[in-house]
Nanobody, 122 residues
């Protein structure tokens, strides 16, 4: 069984910064791509940023130059440093692991954290 636990959300003024962290726990051998998604009220969940196990990153155009994703493969963690935050960044942010290989070498797909609220005031 795997748990993805996010932390670091909160309320911040426009122009401020926040750092989100996500830790995956369980009998994990490796994780393929880890990412952050967000969902604002009345909108669909969207990809914010993703990072492969080899460190290749992908960002939504709306956050390029402001957000930085990083991961620690040894600790099964992924972080999102968010700077120059805007009110339109307000959303629930979810951590995702697209494929996890367990110690028994079985792999399963699409794991999600419970979400953490980020609110940016103007």
């Amino acid at each position: 069984q795997v748990q993805l636990v996010e932390s670091g959300g909160g309320l911040v003024q426009a122009g401020g910064s926040l750092r989100l962290s996500c830790a995956a726990s369980g009998s994990i051998f490796s994780i393929n791509t880890m990412g952050w998604y967000r969902q604002a009220p009345g909108k669909q969940r969207e990809l914010v940023a993703a990072i492969t196990s080899s460190g290749t990153t992908n960002y939504a155009d709306s956050v390029k130059g402001r957000f930085t994703i990083s991961r620690d493969n040894a600790k099964n963690t992924v972080s999102l440093q968010m700077s120059s935050l805007k009110p339109e960044d307000t959303a629930v942010y979810y951590c995702n692991a697209d494929r996890i290989t367990f110690l028994n070498r079985r792999h399963y797909f699409d794991f999600w954290g419970q979400g953490t609220q980020v609110t940016v005031s103007s």
